[in-house]
């Protein structure tokens, strides 16, 4: 069963919205019913936040907090932020049936007693069209949301095919890292844009999909092509200050282009979009080994 999960931007879970979801257990009834099936993460007022649906991912496993009995982590895979933050009205009207008779006074008393809340499969489709507007296309319109319940075997199945496509995931993993680089290279400082806005930096994924990187912004660095080409290879890294490591692997006539040795790669201007330093550590065990 597909459901909202509440998140805050300033928490004291042990969150990540990408691979897991921390929770007490007085909601692991709910978790429990949405186990394998996807999930809408909605970021609260509290804290900070924009409350705002702000992307999807798959609940994979639920497994009990070791520090903690009374508390169980809800592991993600799947993640995909939106590429549009979703309010929680359309044209006035909520988009989930818990809001619709609630005064406007009392929405977060409602949604603050319900941190899981199960969805059907149309609220969820028209929340996710609205996040991935124009997106849900493979090949032809994949889902039009006044179909309703006509069919929802087959749009099951090509939702999840949607939302698990490679290329898709990549164009929007791309996106998410360009914007926050800002269109440079984070080892060179280089940004290229071509008339028609392209930038040619590239998004470069620090811990690989193969290897269970997930596709949010943390696991990512902008590169050019060919830093790209190296950064993959293992040929480079970083240490966790973000200065490049691999000087010496590489010809004179590249290492002019690069940061010098010392100083950090260029990096977003939101800390937050920063590398995750578990995935750099993993990058750099490879390269120390010389992996290619």
């Not at 977060?108 to 149309?122: A, F």
């Not at 006044?146 to 698990?164: K, V, Y």
């Amino acid at each position: 069963m597909k459901a909202v999960f509440d998140v805050r931007v300033n928490t004291h879970y042990d969150d990540n919205m990408g691979t897991r979801y921390h929770f007490p257990n007085k909601n692991l009834r709910a978790a429990e019913q949405c186990l394998g099936d996807w999930i809408i993460y909605r970021e609260t007022k509290r804290g900070g936040g924009r409350s705002a649906f702000v992307a999807v991912a798959r609940l994979r496993a639920i497994e009990p907090d070791p520090n903690d009995v009374k508390s169980s982590y809800a592991m993600m895979e799947d993640f995909l932020e939106f590429d549009v933050v979703v309010p929680l009205d359309r044209n006035g009207i909520p988009y989930e049936n818990i809001l619709i008779d609630v005064d406007l006074a009392m929405r977060g008393i409602t949604l603050h007693g319900n941190p899981i809340r199960t969805i059907t499969d149309l609220e969820f489709m028209l929340i996710l069209e609205s996040g991935l507007p124009g997106g849900i296309i493979d090949g032809g319109i994949l889902y039009e949301p006044l179909q309703q319940e006509a069919n929802n075997a087959r749009n099951a199945r090509e939702i999840r095919q949607f939302l698990i496509n490679r290329a898709i995931r990549d164009a929007a993993f791309r996106r998410k890292v360009i914007s926050a680089y800002e269109g440079h290279c984070a080892m060179t400082g280089i940004r290229l844009e071509d008339s028609r806005g392209y930038f040619e930096a590239q998004a470069a994924h620090v811990r690989p999909v193969a290897d269970g990187g997930p596709d949010i912004v943390q696991n990512g660095i902008a590169l050019c092509a060919t830093m790209h080409w190296l950064f993959d290879r293992h040929v480079v890294s970083l240490t966790d200050n973000f200065e490049i490591l691999g000087y010496d692997r590489l010809p004179r006539e590249l290492r002019q282009l690069l940061v010098p040795p010392g100083e950090q790669v260029r990096l977003p201007r939101n800390p937050d979009d920063f590398p995750r330093l578990e995935f750099v550590q993993r990058h750099r065990e490879r390269f120390n080994q010389g992996l290619v």
